[in-house]
Each structure stands twice: as C-alpha cells, then as structure tokens.
C-alpha cells in the first residue's frame, strides 16, 4: 500500500479526534467499495483525508479560537473543498462508464454478428426446405406415372387360351402304387 494511505484510527489520532467522528465523516462520502490494507483494515485514500479534515476543521472552528485555527491551517495542506471530492469521483464514474460502454459496444458488435449468421443459417435451411418440397413432388410424379403404366396391362383383358390342352392334366397318384 501506499504510504499516503491512512487507518481511520491514524487519521483520528493525527486529528485529534475519536475514531467514531472519523466513522460518521466517512458516512457523507459517497458509497463505494473502501479500500483495505493488507490486514483487511480500511484505510482512506488522499482525498478522503483531505475531506475529512476539511469536515473536522469546519466541526472545530466552532470550538477553537480563531489563533489555533490558523495555526492548523498553516500546518495541514489546502481546506479539502467538497466540491473538488465530488469532482474527482465524477471523473472516476466517467472513466468507469466509458469503459462499461467498451465493453457494451464489443457486445453489441459481437450480436449483429451471430445475428446475421443466423440469417445465413436460416436462409440456408428454406432453401434447402424448398429443393426438398420440388424433389419430393418429382418423385411423387414419378411414382404416379409408373403406377399407371403398371396398371395399364392389368385393366387390359388377356385373350384366352384356355382351352384343354393348354391346361395341365391333373396325375393321379394312387396309379404309381400298381
């Protein structure tokens, strides 16, 4: 972690403070994910000090004369302004979305893509559907025609030939036994 990075109880002791003021101050920061040492304690990045103290000095003025004031002043960096805190997480919520909006485009570009394979793939699939249809009514015409031409004999009467010489004469079996 970065030496700029600061515990709340830190912070409170450099302030002169409780850390429980320190904990209300952070309430009016806005909600995030706070960042952690390696221990798992909070620590709190340079502008959120600087909020901070800019917080406690305004609680602080109230209290204190005007002499101890500027003695603090002089010693701590610029009074953090709200404004200035609100302004860099702005630019972070930005950057976060410009990001997100990347990613989203990319998405996007990757679905017109698969939507349009399956156009192709749709296409594909009736054409093929409709060369089926023709192939299976060819066929049926075919098998049609070729009924007809085998019942074309069988509607036909044959001539008859039968006549007795024609047919064969049954044997008699019981004759082989005498």
């Known amino acids: 972690m970065s030496e700029n990075l600061k515990t ?33 304690i909070v620590v709190l990045s340079v502008d959120e000090q600087r909020f901070i103290r800019g917080k406690v000095d305004k609680q602080t003025n109230k209290k204190e004369t005007n002499k101890q004031t500027n003695i603090r002043q002089a010693d701590k960096q610029k009074e953090w302004d709200i404004n200035q805190y609100l302004r860099s997480e702005i630019e972070e919520i930005k950057k976060n979305r410009d990001k997100q909006l990347a990613v989203k485009d990319k998405q996007l570009e990757n679905k017109d893509l698969q939507i349009s394979q399956m156009q192709n793939l749709l296409d594909q699939q009736q054409r093929l559907a409709l060369q089926d249809k023709k192939l299976l009514e060819e066929y049926k015409s075919e098998i049609k025609d070729l009924k007809a031409l085998t019942m074309a004999p069988q509607n036909q009467p044959e001539p008859e030939t039968n006549t007795a010489e024609s047919q064969p004469k049954p044997k008699k079996w019981w004759r082989f036994g005498k």
């Open 8 to 40: 709340i109880r830190e912070l409170a002791d450099e302030l002169g403070v409780s850390k429980q003021a320190i904990q209300y101050h952070i309430k009016s920061l806005t909600n995030k994910i706070r960042q952690t040492n390696d221990k798992g």
